[in-house]
């Protein structure tokens, strides 16, 4: 068994930004079936680069691509855009959902992704959970705008604002965690 290797950080963002630019490229220059196309063959190349780096495959990157093949697949397949349109809504409702749901049974979904990077106590999950969560539903909320009342290269061009607002979002919690973060046991290790 081959052991996990870290990425740089660097590489991991141009994998996860990669496909996004590509299909943004793609619909200004052609249109949104061939993007779409183009799309789903980057995501399934993104991943296995990714894969060849880490020997892992992430959680996120996997459900999105899954989503991308299947939403991707109906655009191309019935020749209507609105399946791609609606993927980033349903995949940010889903990931709202999950966060939500795992919180009324009390499981912290978000301390079983980064429990091993991050040590919180679980109140300080529970913040950080409603706050992805509601950050989700607001990037559903801002694709349903954008799709319906916007052209296509200006909601491609959406998407890769989704990114970034993630992004400055996932930034913006570090004081958070660093207020709530537990010191490590000395004797521990």
């Given at each position: 068994?081959?052991?996990?290797?870290?990425?740089?950080?660097?590489?991991?963002?141009?994998?996860?930004?990669?496909?996004?630019?590509?299909?943004?490229?793609?619909?200004?220059?052609?249109?949104?079936?061939?993007?779409?196309?183009?799309?789903?063959?980057?995501?399934v190349v993104s991943l296995g680069i990714g894969f060849s780096i880490e020997r892992k495959v992430a959680v996120m990157p996997l459900i999105t691509l899954v989503l991308v093949m299947i939403f991707g697949g109906l655009t191309l397949w019935l020749h209507?855009?609105?399946?791609?349109?609606?993927?980033?809504?349903?995949?940010?409702?889903?990931?709202?959902?999950?966060?939500?749901?795992?919180?009324?049974y009390n499981r912290i979904f978000l301390k079983m992704l980064m429990g091993q990077s991050v040590d919180l106590p679980d109140a300080a999950w529970r913040v950080l959970t409603w706050r992805w969560a509601l950050f989700f539903l607001a990037l559903a909320i801002a694709n349903e705008t954008v799709w319906r009342n916007f052209s296509d290269k200006t909601w491609a061009a959406s998407k890769i604002g989704f990114f970034a607002v993630t992004l400055v979002f996932a930034l913006a919690q570090t004081p958070f965690l660093l207020r709530h973060q537990r010191e490590k046991d000395p004797e521990a290790t």
């Amino acid at each position: 068994m081959k052991k996990e290797r870290a990425i740089n950080p660097l590489i991991k963002l141009g994998l996860d930004l990669g496909p996004l630019v590509i299909f943004f490229v793609c619909v200004a220059r052609f249109d949104i079936f061939f993007a779409t196309a183009v799309f789903m063959a980057a995501m399934v190349v993104s991943l296995g680069i990714g894969f060849s780096i880490e020997r892992k495959v992430a959680v996120m990157p996997l459900i999105t691509l899954v989503l991308v093949m299947i939403f991707g697949g109906l655009t191309l397949w019935l020749h209507n855009d609105i399946f791609i349109r609606i993927k980033p809504t349903i995949l940010y409702a889903v990931f709202c959902t999950v966060l939500l749901i795992g919180l009324a049974y009390n499981r912290i979904f978000l301390k079983m992704l980064m429990g091993q990077s991050v040590d919180l106590p679980d109140a300080a999950w529970r913040v950080l959970t409603w706050r992805w969560a509601l950050f989700f539903l607001a990037l559903a909320i801002a694709n349903e705008t954008v799709w319906r009342n916007f052209s296509d290269k200006t909601w491609a061009a959406s998407k890769i604002g989704f990114f970034a607002v993630t992004l400055v979002f996932a930034l913006a919690q570090t004081p958070f965690l660093l207020r709530h973060q537990r010191e490590k046991d000395p004797e521990a290790t």
